[in-house]
């Protein structure tokens, strides 16, 4: 079964990149086979995955304009997954799609189509990640309309909860609108640290309102997570004991537990305790 997972806050240089470059090489680490979808014109997590984003031939951009499938604009990515890449010319991509009819659902048609390929042979994917941009424009929504789950990488810091509620309406509205099945997959600690005592009050908070959809595991400020990128690599490929990449392994293993334990008992295994 593919769980479609938006990584998503409006906010900017929160840890998004980092998560789904991250997470998705942790979760291949774990046996997982895992698809990263790009849909920030940045690049930066097609750069990050060791893929040169200055030349693509097929992108999530001629996806994303029909011209061809997820399936042939997969590329093999530094940590295991596969990638679907973009670069600027997909900021031009908005505004071609305003002239589409279906404009909304673009994205989730390509998705879809993936899912219908799949299915037919046997499942290619376990997860698919979609790392987004630090706007609410039309790709970010396209990403929530084709996500199961939405994952909010944040910082704990002063003005973080305000941005939290702005996103929390966000969501709401495209449940309402556009995506009634999308949960919150988790809220993430990004670039924690403990001695703050101003991150132990935004974590009280954090509490409160989001109960267990806080993930229990922090991610701490890591120099290596922030000096993989510039290798083309996850940190769990530069230097796999760097608190970075153990931090993102355990948020993958608290993922695919919680995970596990929604599912029936039967599907459960001991994988995940006996590695
Ligand atoms: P944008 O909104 O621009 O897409 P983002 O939310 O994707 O940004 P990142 O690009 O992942 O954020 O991170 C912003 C910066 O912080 C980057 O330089 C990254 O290397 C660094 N960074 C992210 N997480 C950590 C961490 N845990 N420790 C140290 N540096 C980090
Ligand atoms: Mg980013």
Redesign the pocket.
Known sequence: MIRTIAIA?Q??????????VNLAASLAAQNRRVLLIDV?P?G?ATMGSGVNKNALEQSVYTVLLGEVGLLDARIKAQGGFDLIPANRELAGAEIEMVSMPDRETKLKDAIHTLKAAIAAVAEEYDYILI?C??TLNLLTLNALCAADSVLI?MQCEYYALEGLSDLVQTLKKVRAHLNPRLEIEGLLR???DPRNTLAQNVTAELEKHFGDKLFRTL?????R??EA?SHGVPALKLEPQSK?AL?YLALAGEMLRRMEQDQAPTVATETEEAR
């Open positions: 806050n906010k900017g240089g929160v840890g998004k990149t980092t998560t789904a920030d940045q930066n790392d941009p630090p990488p990004t670039m924690y991610i701490p400020r890591n120099v997570l922030a990128p970075g931090a």
